[in-house]
């Protein structure tokens, strides 16, 4: 079953405004998350890593004003694109790991997809 | 954080094994290799993973030679459900270990 919970889906918001995407661990403590962005026919991109109790690192050329991050318990992260822009549609994700030994995998929510007009 | 080279596309039929090599000769002592499958519109899935020699679960095996610079992921009899963008990757595994992800490879498997 899925380890890691996005919502919304799927979401279209108007130019100008802030959108908030939440990605849940189920079951088991994420003490850093990671928010991709997937644009159509490409691969994801690693926009940040998301850490509970201290401020995300953001990958080179993300704007950290523009993509706030909050990761404010152990089960839950949250990117608000902010003054959101036609261009910043597309396909975020996120995923996690579960605590345990040596080899544990990096799980992926499901995705949301934003569409801004 | 090592790259990863794929070929960009693969095609197949029904009741065949796919076999999809992946490069990553930057390999690091404590990475390991794991592969994703996604879906359009979904998030990548996870398939398998290994450090080195051979796994193999439900659904595929994964085969590392010693110098673990290569890896092939072995997909036996595929179906047309298999239609998906295969991507390996490989890094550390812990909590922290942050994933990137190369080009990975279009599967398209006919009837």
């Known amino acids: 079953g899925a380890v890691v919970s996005q919502h919304p889906s799927w979401v279209i918001c108007k130019s100008g405004t802030s959108v908030k995407i939440e990605c849940r661990s189920l079951?088991?403590?994420?003490?850093?998350m990671f928010w991709y962005r997937q644009f159509p026919k490409q691969s994801l991109m690693l926009m940040a890593t998301?850490?509970?109790?201290?401020?995300?690192?953001?990958e080179q050329g993300v704007e950290k004003d523009k993509f706030l991050i909050n990761h404010a318990s152990l089960t839950l992260s949250t990117l608000t694109v902010t003054s959101a822009h036609p261009e910043d549609s597309s396909f975020y994700i996120c995923?996690?790991?579960?605590?345990?030994?040596?080899?544990?995998?990096?799980?992926f929510g499901n995705g949301t997809r934003l569409t801004v007009t | 954080l090592a790259k990863t080279t794929q070929p960009i596309s693969m095609d197949s039929y029904e009741g065949q094994e796919v076999n999809i090599t992946c490069s990553h000769n930057?390999?690091?002592?404590?990475?390991?290799i794991t592969w994703y499958q996604q879906f359009p519109s979904q998030g990548p899935r996870f398939i398998i993973q290994?450090?080195?020699t051979k796994v193999t679960n439900e659904v595929a095996s994964l085969f590392i030679p010693a110098d673990r610079k290569s890896s092939t992921l072995s997909l036996p009899r595929v179906s047309l459900s298999d239609t998906a963008v295969y991507y390996c990757?490989?890094?550390?595994?812990?909590?922290?270990?942050?994933?990137?992800f190369g080009q990975g490879t279009e599967l398209s498997v006919k009837p």
């Open positions: 995923s996690a790991r579960q605590p345990s030994g040596e080899s544990s995998p990096l799980h």
């Open positions: 079951d088991f403590q994420a003490t850093t």
């Open positions: 998301s850490n509970e109790g201290s401020k995300a690192t953001y």
């Open positions: 930057n390999i690091a002592t404590n990475d390991y």
């Open positions: 290994g450090y080195k």
């Open positions: 990757l490989v890094g550390e595994n812990n909590q922290g270990g942050k994933l990137i």
